[in-house]
């Protein structure tokens, strides 16, 4: 079936550090979410992304959406405590269903 | 952010109870979900919604239910709970692709 991975599972990085997640997907998507889940508490909506090649950014962070439609990226500069959290991403598929994937946890040691 | 709301938050229950989730929205959304999560892990669709009268089951086998009689409400259903459902719910809600979290239930069955 269609499924959506992230890697790393989990990431440990120094305050200060950069971190990048990515999320790729066995299908082509139509558009892919990031969602921030903070310990304790629920997914929050970051952004979306819906063409080829497509780069947002939001402060220090970098969201990307491959050229083909099968993979995206998470990168965030400079990590603060703040950052601490699961990040996921939900992938739309040809059948019109948000497959979300099992997250990345990121750990950020002060 | 979408208005969702989600009672009880938090909830412990002896097994073999018929439980009802309450979800609400106030924003009109067509498009509603329910997840099951374990702290720290990734989210299991158990069943969703696309408008009144139209609800679907995910793809986490799940021995609870759902209705959609009005746009706003969303009620998830365990007829007889066990230890298995322990977990945190998430219900969400969307106008789109995007989804909107609610702050979730965490049931625990002794």
């Known amino acids: 079936g269609q499924q959506v991975m992230q890697i790393p599972q989990y990431q440990h990085v120094q305050e200060g550090e950069d971190f990048t997640t990515y999320c790729n997907s066995s299908?082509?998507?139509?558009?892919i979410q990031w969602y921030k889940q903070r310990p304790g508490g629920h997914p929050v909506f970051l952004i979306q992304?819906?063409?080829?090649?497509e780069v947002k950014k939001q402060k220090r962070l970098t969201f990307q959406f491959g050229e083909a439609k099968k993979n995206s990226s998470l990168h965030i500069t400079a990590t603060q405590t703040t950052d601490v959290g699961t990040y996921f991403c939900?992938?739309?598929?040809?059948?019109?269903?948000?497959?979300f994937g099992p997250g990345t946890s990121l750990s950020v040691i002060p | 952010e979408a208005d969702i709301y989600q009672t009880p938050r938090y909830l412990v229950i002896g097994t073999g109870k018929k439980i009802t989730l309450e979800c609400s929205q106030t924003?009109?959304?067509?498009?509603m979900y329910w997840y099951q999560q374990d702290p720290g892990m990734e989210l299991h669709l158990i069943h969703y919604?696309?408008?009144?009268?139209?609800?679907e089951k995910g793809d986490l086998s799940s021995e609870s239910t759902v209705s959609r009689i009005r746009t706003e409400h969303f009620p998830l259903t365990l007829e007889s709970a066990r230890p298995s459902h322990t977990s945190q719910y998430l219900c969400?809600?969307?106008?789109?692709?995007?989804?909107?979290f609610g702050p979730g239930t965490r049931l625990t069955v002794l």
């Open positions: 969400a809600t969307s106008p789109g692709d995007e989804q909107f």
């Open positions: 299908t082509t998507l139509s558009n």
């Open positions: 992304l819906v063409k080829s090649g």
């Open positions: 939900a992938g739309k598929t040809s059948y019109d269903k948000v497959i």
């Open positions: 924003m009109g959304h067509d498009k």
């Open positions: 919604s696309y408008g009144v009268n139209s609800t």
